[in-house]
């Protein structure tokens, strides 16, 4: 991980800024509920989930994924415009080195071709935005097109051509997604990825001296539950009359929950750092009106 300074950078905000809405959706205390549901999201595309089988050490090392993907996050949302290009150039070398071939249909597949890249983003943006939502983060309409519009930058800066359409709005966004369904199922290794999710494994001592598993196993099926419910049917869970408000509030209460938290354990050291050079710029700038 890159160093984390807190020091104003020349006034540098990074891709987003202060005022954008991708500072208070990346800020919630349910991204990590909104990340597993993207990657359970994103498991259903035979083609990206092959390159995961195939090339990713989350069955060796899945605490590191995530947390290598949290820095990533952290980075291109909160880092100077230097640490998101870094983050961002670090991506495509990975993706440049993972090829081959579907199992099932004999497909090639890379994970810098633009459909795959657009596939992931549609994914992580339709979790973040959706799940942060429905635990109660209150967005208008326009705020949440707006958010999918400053999210539009990255997909291009990953690799996706100019003029490749990227979902710039909830309707487009959705819209997408209908496009893409008939090219979706659950491959055995999705229901194995999901299973894993589910169960990752834990240090010993975690497992049995810290409440570390059932809470994690409840955040995990609290993101299955935040699926839609055409991907939910597609890894064969029960879609029941009222499991989209029971998902709802159960979101909900792990805001609740959450916030009761010190920001320490919810915020990230890139958002602290973003958070610190802008008090130091503002005092700065306070301190150049009264001289």
């Given at each position: 991980?890159?160093?984390?300074?807190?020091?104003?950078?020349?006034?540098?905000?990074?891709?987003?800024?202060?005022?954008?809405?991708?500072?208070?959706?990346?800020?919630?205390?349910?991204?990590?509920?909104?990340?597993?549901?993207?990657?359970?999201?994103?498991?259903?595309?035979?083609?990206?989930?092959?390159?995961?089988?195939?090339?990713?050490?989350?069955?060796?090392?899945?605490?590191?994924?995530?947390?290598?993907?949290?820095?990533?996050?952290?980075?291109?949302?909160?880092?100077?415009?230097?640490?998101?290009?870094?983050?961002?150039?670090?991506?495509?070398?990975?993706?440049?080195?993972?090829?081959?071939?579907?199992?099932?249909?004999?497909?090639?597949?890379?994970?810098?071709?633009?459909?795959?890249?657009?596939?992931?983003?549609?994914?992580?943006?339709?979790?973040?935005?959706?799940?942060?939502?429905?635990?109660?983060?209150?967005?208008?309409?326009?705020?949440?097109?707006?958010?999918?519009?400053?999210?539009?930058?990255?997909?291009?800066?990953?690799?996706?051509?100019?003029?490749?359409?990227?979902?710039g709005g909830t309707e487009?966004?959705?819209?997408?997604?209908?496009?893409?369904?008939?090219?979706?199922?659950?491959?055995?290794?999705?229901?194995?990825?999901?299973?894993?999710?589910?169960?990752?494994?834990?240090?010993?001592?975690?497992?049995?001296?810290?409440?570390?598993?059932?809470?994690?196993?409840?955040?995990?099926?609290?993101?299955?539950?935040l699926l839609p419910p055409?991907?939910?049917?597609?890894?064969?869970?029960?879609?029941?009359?009222?499991?989209?408000?029971?998902?709802?509030?159960?979101?909900?209460?792990?805001?609740?929950?959450?916030?009761?938290?010190?920001?320490?354990?919810?915020?990230?050291?890139?958002?602290?750092?973003?958070?610190?050079?802008?008090?130091?710029?503002?005092?700065?700038?306070?301190?150049?009106?009264?001289?």
């Amino acid at each position: 991980m890159d160093p984390i300074d807190a020091a104003p950078a020349d006034g540098d905000t990074g891709l987003f800024g202060p005022d954008s809405v991708t500072w208070r959706v990346h800020a919630e205390p349910t991204m990590l509920l909104a990340g597993v549901r993207a990657l359970l999201l994103q498991a259903l595309h035979p083609l990206a989930m092959a390159g995961v089988a195939q090339h990713s050490a989350f069955r060796e090392d899945p605490w590191g994924r995530l947390r290598r993907t949290a820095e990533y996050l952290g980075a291109v949302s909160y880092g100077t415009t230097e640490q998101a290009d870094r983050a961002i150039t670090r991506v495509r070398t990975v993706h440049r080195a993972v090829r081959g071939t579907d199992p099932y249909s004999g497909a090639p597949y890379r994970a810098d071709d633009p459909e795959l890249l657009l596939w992931v983003h549609c994914c992580e943006v339709d979790s973040f935005l959706g799940v942060t939502r429905r635990a109660g983060l209150r967005l208008t309409p326009a705020e949440a097109d707006r958010y999918l519009t400053e999210q539009q930058l990255l997909p291009h800066r990953l690799g996706v051509p100019r003029g490749h359409p990227v979902p710039g709005g909830t309707e487009e966004l959705a819209a997408y997604f209908a496009r893409i369904r008939p090219r979706l199922r659950a491959v055995p290794e999705a229901r194995e990825a999901a299973r894993f999710a589910l169960l990752p494994p834990l240090p010993g001592w975690v497992a049995v001296l810290t409440p570390a598993r059932p809470t994690w196993v409840g955040l995990a099926c609290t993101a299955m539950g935040l699926l839609p419910p055409w991907a939910r049917r597609m890894y064969g869970l029960p879609v029941p009359p009222g499991a989209e408000l029971a998902a709802t509030v159960t979101a909900r209460a792990w805001r609740s929950g959450l916030g009761l938290l010190p920001g320490m354990l919810t915020e990230g050291p890139y958002l602290r750092a973003a958070k610190a050079r802008l008090s130091v710029a503002e005092n700065r700038a306070a301190e150049n009106i009264l001289s």
